[in-house]
């Protein structure tokens, strides 16, 4: 069973530029979370998603968006990059709403950096 | 104040070492707790995953929460190098959906 896929794995941008990750999530799942990881922050929450509709949302900035499809697949979007965006986006899919169902399971992630 | 706190580490233990990693919560609300381990250039992957107070193993992790202190803990018996990675605790709380708080992470070597 192939697991949660994240592209692109690495990627540069320069400042006030945007940039558009992609997430498909294990077959079957229909929830998607996104968290950004930072060596001074950890993981830290962004938003998530069930059904195409937005659950849950972190404390960011309007910046930071994204959306579901109804095949589950997720993008997220990040307008104006700033430094500080420079981090390691993490896609994680649930098969139900829930944690009190189970377990996440985390892609590899996409390595942004922004100069 | 973050509502999860982690020492970081790094802690070297050798090999057989028992391995004790802690995390303290200030959320009341949190219920669900998790250990997730992660390696270098990975994502996480969850160990244990607990919603109530007391012990629970698997095979050589053990993990506790005592949620009248706020404390929750991950013990290793026998450590392995493959042991060596960053453990993270997460929680979250009901209705919270996929949502999770996680601590900074404590990076762990087990030395040979």
């Known amino acids: 069973k192939a697991g949660v896929t994240q592209t692109p794995r690495y990627l540069i941008k320069t400042r006030g530029q945007q940039v558009t990750l992609s997430c498909s999530p294990i077959?079957?799942?229909?929830?998607v979370s996104w968290y950004q990881q930072t060596p001074g922050q950890g993981l830290q929450f962004l938003f998530e998603?069930?059904?195409?509709?937005?659950?849950n949302k972190g404390n960011f900035p309007g910046r930071f968006s994204g959306r579901q499809f109804s095949n589950s697949r997720s993008e997220m979007n990040v307008s104006t990059l700033e430094l500080g965006d420079s981090a390691l986006y993490l896609c994680?899919?649930?098969?139900?709403?829930?944690?009190?169902?189970?377990?996440?399971?985390f892609g590899e992630g996409s390595r942004l950096t922004v100069l | 104040q973050k509502e999860v706190e982690q020492d970081p580490g790094p802690l070297s233990v050798p090999e057989g070492a028992i391995v004790s990693l802690n995390c303290t919560y200030s959320?009341?609300?949190?219920?669900?707790f998790m250990w997730y381990r992660q390696y270098s250039r990975k994502g996480p992957e969850l160990l244990m995953y607990?919603?109530?107070?007391g012990n629970k193993e698997d095979g050589r992790f053990t993990a506790q929460v005592d949620k009248s202190s706020k404390y929750i803990s991950l013990f290793i018996r026998d450590s392995q190098p493959s042991d060596s990675a960053t453990y993270l605790c997460?929680?979250?709380?009901?209705?919270?959906?996929?949502?999770?708080?996680f601590g900074t992470g404590t990076q762990l070597k087990v030395e040979l």
């Open positions: 994680a899919s649930s098969p139900l709403a829930g944690v009190e169902a189970g377990e996440l399971f």
């Open positions: 077959s079957g799942h229909r929830s």
């Open positions: 998603y069930f059904s195409e509709t937005q659950r």
């Open positions: 959320n009341s609300a949190f219920q669900y």
């Open positions: 607990t919603y109530s107070s």
């Open positions: 997460a929680m979250s709380a009901p209705g919270g959906g996929n949502k999770l708080t």
